[in-house]
């Protein structure tokens, strides 16, 4: 058992198949399906919906998008230097934990390693859930604005972008922001839970789902798998798409199921043909991507321990690295659910951002956890603000907004607590099925898909709105929309 993560690599190769379900390139449907009452043109209709699929027939989808459309409108515009305030007390938050990890590192003491481990685990997962992720989105771009008197520090073409110096002063962690920004922020939000998705879990895991060994063998694969996930598949993968990116802006060709297969780290390094396709190799990569935090943080930042003597070092470098490890399990427990579970959707062709079909994927392949706003079960409102909903959503990461952090990716962190009980009740009012549920219940239907033991609901091309369809003709086009969305606020560019 205790060789499993050795085994890993092998188990999560990329395998020939694992597109799997999707069908990349199939043409839109060209009609709605008809609700399964209508008798007149049986024969050509597809089998009839599922009880729980029967709001996909009847969804009236201009009405739905005009809803949600003005409240992420209303949202961007009620937006103020409040938001930027609020930022920054929650890096404050975060770097408390910071300084309490730093200031007991050289401990080895259990207590001290604990509040240690604790303490630089929470620093970095909240940075990068938190800070690194809302900035990259432009979710402060308008209010830090320099030309408007902001001071520029949380727009997203600043911020940890452009040098190892701003990389490591703002969001330094095994990801290379650059390559963050192209893998998350554009073909992760705008293509979410079909086949241009590069974090579609299903399709990642084929093999381990479909490897014929016990289940029980596959769960214990998962927790290995969560406590080295940024390393072993984010920081390569994300750099494989940033490489894609800049081969296609050059005009060279990548095909979909290339793009598609997950670069995990023994390929970045034992691969040099695999890597080569994408203009990488294990130099280029640890030289831009992993080498300056594996060196920095682990090694240089306790190096002024050794003045006090070697045992305080080596107790610090053990602290960091207990410490990435909690800090990996944390992320991936509010990350990885984010869009997993027999309860989510998964699509075939994608759509236009904006449309009542994206803001539709956007909620039906998302989960939220618990929010402290919302209504209690006595029927009385909770507050949407405070210290005790700062604290549940701190720890959640952020990732507890997750549907409305996908209809509106460029919003603040203050804005999604304000958005939450509105579009519930949208959904509600529309029949769009709105789950949210506590992070550990979605973790275990998130270990369910990944082993194999249940599936991605899937959403049949012929329920969808035709109007909506839409062909990404290639990076450079959802890049500049991306930039389009950021500049001008969620909602405020349309497609
Ligand atoms: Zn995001």
Redesign the pocket.
Known sequence: MLLLPLLLPALLRPHPSAAGWTRPHAPPAPRRALPPHSVAAASLLPPPLAARDAWAATLDYPAFRKEVHELGLRLAEAQSLDDVRHLKKMILWSNAFGVLGLATMWSSSPLLRLLSIVGLSTWTCTRWTMIG?HIS?GGYNRQDDPKKGGSGRFCTYRFAVGSVYRRARDWFDWMLPEAWNVE??NL??YRLSESGDPDLVERNLDLMRTIPLPRWLKYVGVGALAAMWKWYYYAPNTYKQLKISEMRKDGKTVSEAEAHEPFTLPVALFDPVEAKKYGTGPVDFMKKVMGPFLLARFFLLPAPLLLFGARFYWAAVTNLALADVLSNIHSFIIIATNHCGDDMYKFDNSCAPRTGSFYMRAITSSANFRTSNGVRADGTARKLHGFRADVNDFFHGWLNYQIE?HCF?QLSMLSYQKAAPQLRAICENHGVPYVQQNVFRRLKKTADVMVGASSMRPFDPAWEYAPDAFTWADQKQLEAQVLKDQLEGTSKAVA
Do not use: E, I, V
Request: zero cysteines; glycine letters at 0%; hydrophobic letters at 0%.
């Open positions: 992720h989105h998350h922020n992760h939000h952090h990716p």
